[in-house]
């Protein structure tokens, strides 16, 4: 497993770096307009090439990309470029936000999924005929949609939740689950559709296995058939589309937060590239980045306790 986790470690950091560097590429096409956005459009060329200088943006890509990297091995993110708030204390403060309606609406979804993929696949009835009815639907609508029919449900038809976020600084849960029950339902509902029909075939194929049948012919209870060797040898598959739609929403995520005005890493991210605020952008790419490696190694990491074959490929 160790040789296994190194591999796994040694790519997350290639993905990281190439990444982050793109991503700086890509930014330093589009900061020609910081400086004026900065001092406004009253600033004279001369205050415009001061900003410049003092920002770094005189300096040629290499350079830059060098400086930005040297600073980031440090632990320094920098400020942001237009309200010095620092990049850690920003993304400290709007992080706990998006993860928390992420992973709530990943984990309710595999539970959901699994339990509905299970019961279409094992019920060839009009069960699997209402599962993939729904899934199918569920597919089809996007997320932030489904967050707008939520709204014009829930907060202006029905005015059970705020219009507005009511999490700040020192809310309780109340506030919490107020305003992020909504947005996690969205998610929840375009998320399992996939996932469920991704369950119901891996185990329709578990099912017609060799060594299912030898189980049966055993005596074993359907029971443990389904829970102790079907759906562990069918968890794989499951996983991976969980990980695949667990980025998917952290790109789906930046949508519904100004659908729902939620304080998160995406209203933080659309702001900061609007106003080109590099520090910011840099920060918010690196750190999903990272989340999205870690995610992905602690599947790989189930998938290879699941599966010993995972591990030797």
Known sequence: MLPF????L??????????????????????????VNILGEQATPEQIAAK????????????????????VLSGDFGSSWFNNETVVGALAARLPVTLTVVAVA?????????????????RRGWADRAVQTGAAIGDALPSFMIGLILV????????????????????????????????????????????????RGAVLTQLSRDHVRTLRSRGLP?????????????????????????????????????????PGVGTLAVQATTTGDLPLVMGVVAYTTVIVVVVNLLVD????WL???VRVA
């Not at 790519?11 to 793109?22: D, H, K, N, R």
């Not at 029905?158 to 809310?171: C, D, Q, T």
């Not at 102790?228 to 519904?256: D, K, N």
């Not at 990491?301 to 290879?304: I, K, P, V």
């Open 10 to 35: 040694a790519s997350g950091a290639v993905v990281l770096v190439a990444v982050c560097c793109l991503a700086f590429l890509l930014l330093f096409f589009s900061t020609d307009d910081v400086a």
């Open 5 to 8: 986790l190194i591999r796994r």
């Open 222 to 262: 359907e029971r443990e058939i389904l829970f102790r060797h079907v759906l562990r040898s069918a968890a794989p598959a499951g996983l991976t589309v969980l990980s695949l739609q667990f980025i998917g929403m952290l790109s789906a995520v930046v949508v519904l937060e100004q659908v729902f005005a939620l």
């Open 307 to 309: 599966n010993p074959k």
């Open 52 to 71: 410049n200088a003092e920002l770094g943006l005189d300096q040629p890509l290499l350079q830059r990309l060098a400086d930005w990297w040297v600073a």
């Open 106 to 122: 990943i984990l309710a979804i595999g539970v959901l999924a699994t339990t509905l993929g299970m019961t279409a696949a094992v």
């Open 301 to 304: 990491l189930a998938n290879g």
């Open 152 to 199: 014009s449900i829930f907060v202006v038809a029905l005015p059970w939740f705020p219009a507005v976020s009511v999490i700040a600084p020192g809310s309780g849960v109340s506030a919490w689950v107020a305003s992020l029950t909504l947005p996690m339902i969205a998610l929840l509902i375009n998320g399992v559709a996939a996932s469920a029909q991704q369950v």
